[in-house]
Protein backbone atom coordinates (compact mmCIF):
# COMPACT_ATOMS: atom_id res chain seq x y z
CA UNK A 1 0.00 0.00 0.00
CA UNK A 2 1.72 3.58 -0.79
CA UNK A 3 2.02 5.59 2.26
CA UNK A 4 0.05 8.71 2.80
CA UNK A 5 2.13 11.79 2.39
CA UNK A 6 2.07 15.18 3.84
CA UNK A 7 4.19 17.95 2.76
CA UNK A 8 5.16 20.27 5.27
CA UNK A 9 5.80 19.97 9.15
CA UNK A 10 4.10 23.27 10.32
CA UNK A 11 1.50 23.08 12.56
CA UNK A 12 -0.76 22.26 10.17
CA UNK A 13 1.25 18.74 9.01
CA UNK A 14 2.24 18.13 12.53
CA UNK A 15 -1.28 18.67 14.22
CA UNK A 16 -2.62 16.83 11.25
CA UNK A 17 -0.67 14.04 11.43
CA UNK A 18 -0.66 13.46 15.64
CA UNK A 19 -4.84 13.81 15.31
CA UNK A 20 -4.58 11.05 12.50
CA UNK A 21 -2.40 8.74 14.42
CA UNK A 22 -5.43 8.80 16.99
CA UNK A 23 -7.78 7.06 14.62
CA UNK A 24 -5.19 4.84 12.55
CA UNK A 25 -1.90 4.13 14.15
CA UNK A 26 -0.89 1.62 10.99
CA UNK A 27 -1.29 3.42 7.56
CA UNK A 28 2.35 4.15 6.22
CA UNK A 29 2.87 7.47 6.79
CA UNK A 30 5.62 10.32 5.29
CA UNK A 31 5.87 13.48 6.02
CA UNK A 32 8.27 15.87 3.92
CA UNK A 33 9.93 19.43 5.15
CA UNK A 34 11.96 21.60 3.31
CA UNK A 35 12.91 23.18 6.32
CA UNK A 36 15.01 21.02 9.71
CA UNK A 37 11.49 19.45 10.64
CA UNK A 38 11.97 20.66 14.32
CA UNK A 39 8.25 20.53 15.99
CA UNK A 40 7.31 24.73 17.15
CA UNK A 41 4.78 27.07 17.67
CA UNK A 42 5.28 29.58 15.08
CA UNK A 43 3.39 32.34 17.50
CA UNK A 44 6.38 31.91 20.00
CA UNK A 45 7.91 33.68 17.29
CA UNK A 46 6.88 37.33 18.05
CA UNK A 47 7.37 36.32 21.74
CA UNK A 48 10.73 35.10 21.79
CA UNK A 49 12.68 38.52 22.30
CA UNK A 50 11.28 39.13 25.80
CA UNK A 51 11.77 36.18 26.27
CA UNK A 52 15.41 35.57 25.55
CA UNK A 53 14.81 32.89 23.62
CA UNK A 54 17.25 31.26 21.28
CA UNK A 55 15.55 29.45 18.42
CA UNK A 56 17.25 26.05 19.72
CA UNK A 57 14.94 26.97 22.69
CA UNK A 58 11.86 27.71 20.72
CA UNK A 59 11.96 24.11 19.35
CA UNK A 60 10.08 21.68 20.90
CA UNK A 61 11.64 18.18 19.33
CA UNK A 62 13.79 17.04 17.00
CA UNK A 63 12.34 15.52 13.48
CA UNK A 64 13.82 12.18 14.83
CA UNK A 65 11.95 12.43 17.99
CA UNK A 66 8.41 13.31 16.26
CA UNK A 67 9.06 10.76 13.09
CA UNK A 68 9.08 8.30 16.92
CA UNK A 69 6.11 9.51 18.11
CA UNK A 70 4.40 9.68 15.27
CA UNK A 71 5.16 5.80 13.41
CA UNK A 72 5.81 8.20 10.32
CA UNK A 73 8.84 8.81 8.01
CA UNK A 74 10.40 12.75 8.01
CA UNK A 75 11.86 13.79 5.22
CA UNK A 76 13.63 16.70 6.10
CA UNK A 77 15.55 19.35 4.14
CA UNK A 78 13.60 17.92 1.19
CA UNK A 79 12.19 19.86 -1.00
CA UNK A 80 9.16 18.66 -3.05
CA UNK A 81 9.20 20.05 -6.86
CA UNK A 82 6.40 18.81 -8.34
CA UNK A 83 3.33 16.50 -7.87
CA UNK A 84 1.37 14.28 -10.70
CA UNK A 85 -2.62 14.00 -9.16
CA UNK A 86 -2.83 11.68 -11.97
CA UNK A 87 -0.37 9.02 -11.35
CA UNK A 88 -0.32 9.39 -7.98
CA UNK A 89 3.52 10.48 -7.44
CA UNK A 90 5.04 13.42 -6.49
CA UNK A 91 8.88 14.59 -7.28
CA UNK A 92 11.07 15.18 -4.09
CA UNK A 93 14.76 16.31 -4.51
CA UNK A 94 14.90 14.14 -8.14
CA UNK A 95 13.34 10.89 -5.67
CA UNK A 96 9.88 10.63 -7.08
CA UNK A 97 7.17 9.06 -4.29
CA UNK A 98 3.83 7.00 -4.83
CA UNK A 99 1.37 8.06 -2.64
CA UNK A 100 -2.06 6.84 -1.88
CA UNK A 101 -3.44 10.30 -0.49
CA UNK A 102 -1.62 13.47 -0.18
CA UNK A 103 -1.97 16.38 1.75
CA UNK A 104 -0.21 19.86 1.26
CA UNK A 105 0.07 21.86 4.41
CA UNK A 106 3.01 24.12 2.50
CA UNK A 107 2.02 27.60 4.81
CA UNK A 108 2.36 30.76 3.13
CA UNK A 109 5.60 32.78 2.20
CA UNK A 110 6.42 36.05 3.35
CA UNK A 111 5.71 38.82 0.49
CA UNK A 112 9.05 40.55 -0.61
CA UNK A 113 8.74 44.21 -1.55
CA UNK A 114 10.95 45.31 -4.26
CA UNK A 115 13.53 47.66 -2.93
CA UNK A 116 16.29 49.81 -3.82
CA UNK A 117 19.96 50.08 -2.56
CA UNK A 118 22.95 48.30 -1.28
CA UNK A 119 21.86 46.90 2.09
CA UNK A 120 18.82 44.59 1.21
CA UNK A 121 20.60 41.92 2.77
CA UNK A 122 19.86 43.17 6.26
CA UNK A 123 16.36 42.95 5.57
CA UNK A 124 14.84 39.78 7.29
CA UNK A 125 11.44 37.97 7.10
CA UNK A 126 10.32 35.80 10.02
CA UNK A 127 8.36 33.29 9.55
CA UNK A 128 9.88 30.37 10.65
CA UNK A 129 12.30 29.04 12.59
CA UNK A 130 15.16 29.21 10.91
CA UNK A 131 14.22 32.50 9.93
CA UNK A 132 14.32 33.11 13.42
CA UNK A 133 17.75 31.84 14.29
CA UNK A 134 18.96 33.93 11.71
CA UNK A 135 17.24 37.25 12.47
CA UNK A 136 18.64 36.46 16.19
CA UNK A 137 22.33 35.69 14.78
CA UNK A 138 22.47 39.10 13.02
CA UNK A 139 20.71 41.42 15.98
CA UNK A 140 22.98 43.40 17.35
CA UNK A 141 22.81 44.28 21.01
CA UNK A 142 20.62 47.05 21.49
CA UNK A 143 20.13 47.49 18.63
CA UNK A 144 17.66 49.85 16.88
CA UNK A 145 15.17 47.56 14.44
CA UNK A 146 13.06 48.94 11.72
CA UNK A 147 10.09 47.27 11.23
CA UNK A 148 8.25 47.67 7.43
CA UNK A 149 4.80 46.77 8.38
CA UNK A 150 2.40 48.09 10.78
CA UNK A 151 -0.29 44.80 11.03
CA UNK A 152 -0.41 42.31 13.89
CA UNK A 153 2.56 40.25 13.05
CA UNK A 154 4.66 43.95 12.49
CA UNK A 155 2.77 45.72 15.96
CA UNK A 156 3.98 42.06 17.71
CA UNK A 157 7.37 42.35 16.92
CA UNK A 158 7.56 46.27 17.91
CA UNK A 159 6.33 45.07 21.22
CA UNK A 160 8.19 41.77 21.87
CA UNK A 161 11.27 43.31 20.60
CA UNK A 162 11.12 47.02 22.93
CA UNK A 163 10.25 44.25 25.51
CA UNK A 164 13.69 42.41 24.75
CA UNK A 165 15.33 45.98 25.21
CA UNK A 166 15.72 47.15 21.30
CA UNK A 167 14.49 50.24 19.93
CA UNK A 168 12.12 49.84 17.23
CA UNK A 169 10.31 51.87 14.53
CA UNK A 170 7.50 50.74 12.38
CA UNK A 171 7.41 52.10 9.14
CA UNK A 172 3.77 51.60 6.91
CA UNK A 173 1.89 53.17 4.19
CA UNK A 174 -1.57 52.53 5.93
CA UNK A 175 -2.53 55.35 8.21
CA UNK A 176 -3.37 53.28 10.56
CA UNK A 177 -2.26 49.99 12.88
CA UNK A 178 -3.41 46.65 11.97
CA UNK A 179 -5.77 47.97 9.16
CA UNK A 180 -8.72 45.14 8.50
CA UNK A 181 -7.90 43.75 11.51
CA UNK A 182 -9.34 46.82 13.90
CA UNK A 183 -11.66 49.77 13.82
CA UNK A 184 -9.64 53.63 13.60
CA UNK A 185 -10.41 54.09 17.34
CA UNK A 186 -8.96 50.17 18.46
CA UNK A 187 -5.93 50.81 16.39
CA UNK A 188 -5.15 54.03 17.94
CA UNK A 189 -5.61 52.67 21.38
CA UNK A 190 -3.03 50.10 20.66
CA UNK A 191 -0.47 52.46 18.66
CA UNK A 192 -0.73 54.87 22.10
CA UNK A 193 0.31 52.32 24.25
CA UNK A 194 3.53 51.37 21.88
CA UNK A 195 4.12 54.80 21.54
CA UNK A 196 4.19 55.27 25.06
CA UNK A 197 6.52 52.45 25.31
CA UNK A 198 9.35 54.19 23.16
CA UNK A 199 8.08 52.77 19.92
CA UNK A 200 8.21 55.24 17.26
CA UNK A 201 6.08 55.49 14.11
CA UNK A 202 6.41 56.32 10.52
CA UNK A 203 2.73 55.46 9.14
CA UNK A 204 1.44 56.71 6.25
CA UNK A 205 4.88 56.18 4.75
CA UNK A 206 6.48 53.34 2.02
CA UNK A 207 10.21 52.47 2.58
CA UNK A 208 11.36 52.46 -1.05
CA UNK A 209 15.16 51.33 -0.48
CA UNK A 210 17.92 50.28 2.19
CA UNK A 211 21.53 51.85 1.85
CA UNK A 212 24.75 50.99 3.94
CA UNK A 213 25.05 54.29 6.02
CA UNK A 214 28.58 54.86 8.54
CA UNK A 215 26.38 53.02 11.04
CA UNK A 216 23.95 50.53 10.52
CA UNK A 217 21.64 51.24 7.66
CA UNK A 218 19.45 53.86 5.98
CA UNK A 219 15.47 53.47 5.17
CA UNK A 220 14.37 56.05 1.97
CA UNK A 221 10.91 56.60 2.66
CA UNK A 222 8.32 57.85 -0.49
CA UNK A 223 8.18 61.31 0.89
CA UNK A 224 12.32 61.87 0.68
CA UNK A 225 12.59 61.35 4.48
CA UNK A 226 14.54 58.43 5.72
CA UNK A 227 15.02 56.43 8.97
CA UNK A 228 18.07 55.39 10.34
CA UNK A 229 18.55 51.75 11.42
CA UNK A 230 20.95 48.63 12.67
CA UNK A 231 18.82 45.64 10.97
CA UNK A 232 15.27 45.62 9.30
CA UNK A 233 12.37 43.38 9.44
CA UNK A 234 9.93 43.31 6.67
CA UNK A 235 6.74 42.29 7.74
CA UNK A 236 4.23 43.54 5.16
CA UNK A 237 2.09 40.30 5.05
CA UNK A 238 1.72 36.92 3.91
CA UNK A 239 0.86 34.70 0.57
CA UNK A 240 -0.54 31.08 0.33
CA UNK A 241 2.30 28.90 -1.44
CA UNK A 242 0.32 27.74 -4.06
CA UNK A 243 2.61 27.04 -6.54
CA UNK A 244 2.69 23.07 -6.36
CA UNK A 245 -0.91 22.99 -6.69
CA UNK A 246 -1.37 25.71 -9.85
CA UNK A 247 1.35 23.87 -11.73
CA UNK A 248 -0.30 20.39 -11.41
CA UNK A 249 -3.28 21.98 -12.48
CA UNK A 250 -5.12 22.11 -9.63
CA UNK A 251 -8.01 24.83 -8.78
CA UNK A 252 -6.36 28.06 -6.99
CA UNK A 253 -7.79 31.25 -6.52
CA UNK A 254 -6.11 33.29 -3.60
CA UNK A 255 -4.93 29.81 -1.98
CA UNK A 256 -4.89 25.90 -2.76
CA UNK A 257 -8.96 25.92 -3.23
CA UNK A 258 -10.63 22.98 -1.11
CA UNK A 259 -13.54 22.07 -0.43
CA UNK A 260 -15.14 21.64 3.30
CA UNK A 261 -13.54 18.12 3.30
CA UNK A 262 -10.33 19.64 2.89
CA UNK A 263 -10.09 18.34 -1.02
CA UNK A 264 -8.73 20.27 -3.72
CA UNK A 265 -10.11 19.96 -7.05
CA UNK A 266 -8.45 16.23 -7.55
CA UNK A 267 -9.89 13.68 -4.58
CA UNK A 268 -7.13 12.11 -3.54
CA UNK A 269 -4.89 15.35 -2.83
CA UNK A 270 -6.16 17.84 0.12
CA UNK A 271 -4.71 21.01 1.40
CA UNK A 272 -4.99 22.59 4.90
CA UNK A 273 -3.27 25.45 6.68
CA UNK A 274 -2.19 28.67 5.78
CA UNK A 275 -1.78 27.07 1.71
CA UNK A 276 -5.27 26.38 1.79
CA UNK A 277 -8.58 28.62 1.00
CA UNK A 278 -11.17 26.56 2.81
CA UNK A 279 -14.59 27.09 1.37
CA UNK A 280 -13.38 30.77 0.48
CA UNK A 281 -11.75 31.52 3.29
CA UNK A 282 -8.12 31.93 3.61
CA UNK A 283 -7.40 32.28 7.48
CA UNK A 284 -3.72 32.48 8.47
CA UNK A 285 -4.12 31.56 12.06
CA UNK A 286 -4.00 28.27 14.24
CA UNK A 287 -7.89 27.71 15.40
CA UNK A 288 -8.62 27.21 11.97
CA UNK A 289 -5.81 24.67 10.96
CA UNK A 290 -6.89 22.82 14.03
CA UNK A 291 -10.35 22.60 13.05
CA UNK A 292 -9.10 21.41 10.05
CA UNK A 293 -6.44 18.85 11.17
CA UNK A 294 -8.86 16.91 13.32
CA UNK A 295 -12.09 16.95 10.35
CA UNK A 296 -9.14 15.68 7.68
CA UNK A 297 -7.59 12.93 10.32
CA UNK A 298 -11.41 11.58 10.18
CA UNK A 299 -11.42 11.96 6.52
CA UNK A 300 -7.90 10.34 6.10
CA UNK A 301 -8.91 7.84 8.30
CA UNK A 302 -12.29 6.56 6.19
CA UNK A 303 -15.13 8.58 7.75
CA UNK A 304 -15.33 11.73 5.30
CA UNK A 305 -15.96 14.75 8.03
CA UNK A 306 -16.21 18.68 6.77
CA UNK A 307 -15.03 21.04 8.80
CA UNK A 308 -17.33 23.47 10.80
CA UNK A 309 -15.52 27.21 11.58
CA UNK A 310 -17.36 28.53 14.82
CA UNK A 311 -16.39 31.92 15.64
CA UNK A 312 -12.51 32.65 14.80
CA UNK A 313 -11.22 35.42 17.25
CA UNK A 314 -7.33 36.41 17.19
CA UNK A 315 -5.85 37.36 20.15
CA UNK A 316 -2.66 39.81 19.42
CA UNK A 317 -0.17 39.63 21.75
CA UNK A 318 0.83 43.06 22.36
CA UNK A 319 1.03 43.14 25.93
CA UNK A 320 1.46 47.19 25.87
CA UNK A 321 -2.31 46.63 25.14
CA UNK A 322 -4.18 43.66 24.83
CA UNK A 323 -6.02 43.17 21.95
CA UNK A 324 -8.45 40.27 20.30
CA UNK A 325 -10.33 40.65 17.55
CA UNK A 326 -13.18 38.99 15.26
CA UNK A 327 -13.08 41.11 11.99
CA UNK A 328 -16.21 40.77 10.12
CA UNK A 329 -15.93 38.99 6.93
CA UNK A 330 -15.22 41.32 3.53
CA UNK A 331 -18.39 42.78 2.46
CA UNK A 332 -21.22 41.88 5.48
CA UNK A 333 -23.30 44.54 6.33
CA UNK A 334 -23.23 46.78 9.26
CA UNK A 335 -21.25 49.28 11.21
CA UNK A 336 -19.22 49.61 14.06
CA UNK A 337 -20.90 50.53 17.61
CA UNK A 338 -18.37 51.70 19.99
CA UNK A 339 -17.76 52.23 23.61
CA UNK A 340 -15.13 53.60 24.84
CA UNK A 341 -13.64 53.79 28.38
CA UNK A 342 -11.48 53.28 31.09
CA UNK A 343 -11.09 49.46 30.51
CA UNK A 344 -10.19 50.14 27.12
CA UNK A 345 -12.50 50.45 23.84
CA UNK A 346 -15.20 47.77 23.01
CA UNK A 347 -16.44 47.97 19.15
CA UNK A 348 -19.25 45.72 17.88
CA UNK A 349 -19.32 45.32 14.01
CA UNK A 350 -23.36 45.06 14.30
CA UNK A 351 -26.28 45.16 11.56
CA UNK A 352 -29.25 45.93 13.45
CA UNK A 353 -29.42 43.54 16.45
CA UNK A 354 -26.71 40.87 14.48
CA UNK A 355 -22.86 40.51 16.00
CA UNK A 356 -20.95 40.30 12.68
CA UNK A 357 -17.88 41.46 14.36
CA UNK A 358 -15.91 42.84 17.19
CA UNK A 359 -12.96 44.08 18.57
CA UNK A 360 -11.91 44.41 22.30
CA UNK A 361 -8.69 46.01 23.58
CA UNK A 362 -7.36 46.17 27.55
CA UNK A 363 -9.39 45.06 30.08
CA UNK A 364 -12.52 44.72 27.81
CA UNK A 365 -11.15 41.40 26.49
CA UNK A 366 -12.14 39.60 28.88
CA UNK A 367 -16.01 39.83 27.06
CA UNK A 368 -14.48 37.59 24.18
CA UNK A 369 -16.29 34.56 25.40
CA UNK A 370 -19.76 36.48 26.09
CA UNK A 371 -19.50 37.93 22.79
CA UNK A 372 -18.06 34.53 20.58
CA UNK A 373 -21.47 33.03 21.98
CA UNK A 374 -22.91 35.79 20.09
CA UNK A 375 -21.48 35.50 16.75
CA UNK A 376 -22.45 33.73 13.70
CA UNK A 377 -19.82 31.00 12.82
CA UNK A 378 -17.43 31.65 10.26
CA UNK A 379 -18.87 27.94 8.66
CA UNK A 380 -21.30 26.54 10.31
P1 LIG B 1 4.10 26.69 8.10
O1 LIG B 1 4.37 26.66 9.55
O2 LIG B 1 4.65 27.82 7.31
O3 LIG B 1 4.65 25.32 7.52
C1 LIG B 1 4.85 25.12 6.14
C2 LIG B 1 5.65 23.84 5.95
O4 LIG B 1 5.66 23.51 4.57
C3 LIG B 1 7.10 23.93 6.39
O5 LIG B 1 7.47 22.72 7.00
C4 LIG B 1 7.86 24.08 5.05
O6 LIG B 1 9.19 23.59 5.10
C5 LIG B 1 6.99 23.19 4.17
N1 LIG B 1 7.10 23.42 2.72
C6 LIG B 1 6.62 24.47 1.99
N2 LIG B 1 6.86 24.27 0.68
C7 LIG B 1 7.47 23.07 0.58
C8 LIG B 1 7.97 22.29 -0.51
N3 LIG B 1 7.84 22.70 -1.79
N4 LIG B 1 8.59 21.11 -0.24
C9 LIG B 1 8.71 20.67 1.03
N5 LIG B 1 8.24 21.35 2.10
C10 LIG B 1 7.63 22.53 1.87
N6 LIG B 1 -1.62 32.64 14.53
C11 LIG B 1 -2.43 32.64 15.60
O7 LIG B 1 -3.53 32.09 15.54
N7 LIG B 1 -2.07 33.27 16.77
C12 LIG B 1 -0.89 33.91 16.90
O8 LIG B 1 -0.59 34.47 17.96
C13 LIG B 1 0.02 33.92 15.79
N8 LIG B 1 1.22 34.51 15.87
C14 LIG B 1 2.06 34.48 14.79
C15 LIG B 1 3.31 35.09 14.90
C16 LIG B 1 4.17 35.10 13.81
C17 LIG B 1 5.52 35.77 13.93
C18 LIG B 1 3.78 34.48 12.59
C19 LIG B 1 4.71 34.49 11.39
C20 LIG B 1 2.55 33.86 12.47
C21 LIG B 1 1.68 33.85 13.57
N9 LIG B 1 0.43 33.22 13.51
C22 LIG B 1 -0.40 33.25 14.59
C23 LIG B 1 0.03 32.44 12.31
C24 LIG B 1 0.24 30.93 12.54
O9 LIG B 1 1.46 30.74 13.20
C25 LIG B 1 0.19 30.20 11.20
O10 LIG B 1 -1.14 30.31 10.72
C26 LIG B 1 0.55 28.72 11.27
O11 LIG B 1 1.71 28.50 12.03
C27 LIG B 1 0.73 28.16 9.85
O12 LIG B 1 1.11 26.82 9.91
P2 LIG B 1 1.31 25.97 8.56
O13 LIG B 1 1.71 24.61 9.01
O14 LIG B 1 0.13 26.12 7.67
O15 LIG B 1 2.53 26.66 7.79
Redesign the pocket.
Known amino acids: MHPIII???????YNLAKAFRKQDQDTPLVM????D?RNY???M??TGFSKGKSADELAMAEAATMATELNATILTH????SIDPQAHQLK?DDRVLMYSKLVL????APIRLSLEGDATDAVFS???LTDYGRFRAALPEQAHVAIMGAG??GC??ANDLHAGGYRTTVIAPSSQVMPGLLPTEAADSVRSALDALGVSFRLGRAATGVFRAEEGVRLALDNGDSVSADIVISAVG?RP?T??AEEAGLAVTKGIVVNRLLQTSHPDVFA????AEVDGHVL????P?MACARALAQTLAGDPTEVCYGPMP????TPACPVVTAPPAVGVRGKWVLEQGDAGIKALYQDGDTLHGYALTGETVREKLSLNRRLSPVLA
Do not use: W
Open positions: VGTGLAGITADGSKPLSTDVQAATGAINDLIEFLRRLMGDCLYVMLVTVK
